[in-house]
C-alpha cells in the first residue's frame, strides 16, 4: 500500500516540476479579491472546481460554482475559471463562449493548451499530467483515468490559495470562521 502511495507522490512532485512559472503567476494575479470568481468543470474536474471555489470562499472571495441554481450571469470584470483535462469539454465550452463574448477574463487549467478552450483562454495553466485520453505526450501513470491530473489540479490551486492567503494575518481563524457551523 504504502509503495503505491509513495509512486502516486513521486508522479505528482514530477509533474509539479514541469508548470511553468510563469503560467501560475499569470493565474495567481488574476485572482483578485475584489473580482467575482467564477468556476467550472464537468466530472471530477468540477469536483476539483468545487473544492478550489470553496477555499476562495474561506477566504474571503466573492466566488459561484457555474451551474448552481444560485450563480449570477457573468459580466465584463468578472473572471472564469475553467478546469478540463483535454480542454475541449463541451459544457465548459458553452460557458467559456459566453463568457468570451461578454468580456469576462477567461483562465484555463488544464493538460492541453492546444485545445478549444485553450484558444479562447486569456490566460492557461497547463498541468502536464496524464488524463483519460492517455496522449502520447502525456506522462506514465500507475493510476487509472485521469486521477493524476484530477490530483494535480487539487494540489496547484490549493498552492494558489496559499499564495493568495499568505500575507493575511490569522488566515486561518480568518477561513474557519468562514467555514459550515451547522
Not at 37 to 66: E, N, P, W
Amino acid at each position: 500500500m504504502k509503495q503505491v502511495y509513495y509512486e502516486i507522490l513521486n508522479e505528482l512532485k514530477e509533474v509539479a516540476k514541469k508548470i511553468d512559472d510563469k503560467q501560475i503567476e499569470a493565474f495567481v494575479q488574476d485572482i483578485q479579491p475584489e473580482k467575482r470568481i467564477f468556476v467550472t468543470g464537468d466530472g471530477r474536474s468540477g469536483l476539483m472546481g468545487k473544492a478550489f471555489a470553496m477555499r476562495l470562499m474561506h477566504a474571503g472571495y466573492q466566488v459561484f460554482v457555474v451551474g448552481e441554481t444560485i450563480t449570477p450571469s457573468f459580466n465584463k470584470d468578472d473572471v472564469l475559471v475553467v478546469i478540463s483535462g483535454s480542454g475541449n469539454t463541451k459544457s465548459s465550452l458553452v460557458s467559456a463562449e459566453q463568457a468570451h463574448k461578454l468580456g469576462t477574463k477567461l483562465l484555463l487549467v488544464t493538460a492541453a493548451s492546444k485545445s478549444q478552450l485553450g484558444e479562447l483562454a486569456d490566460s492557461v495553466v497547463r498541468l502536464p499530467a496524464a488524463t483519460k485520453q492517455r496522449l502520447l505526450e502525456e506522462p506514465n501513470t500507475i493510476q487509472p483515468l485521469g486521477n493524476q491530473f484530477d490530483q494535480s489540479v487539487h494540489l496547484f490551486l490549493d498552492s494558489v490559495v496559499i499564495l493568495l492567503t499568505k500575507d493575511k494575518a490569522n488566515i486561518n481563524d480568518y477561513m474557519k470562521n468562514q467555514h459550515a457551523n451547522y
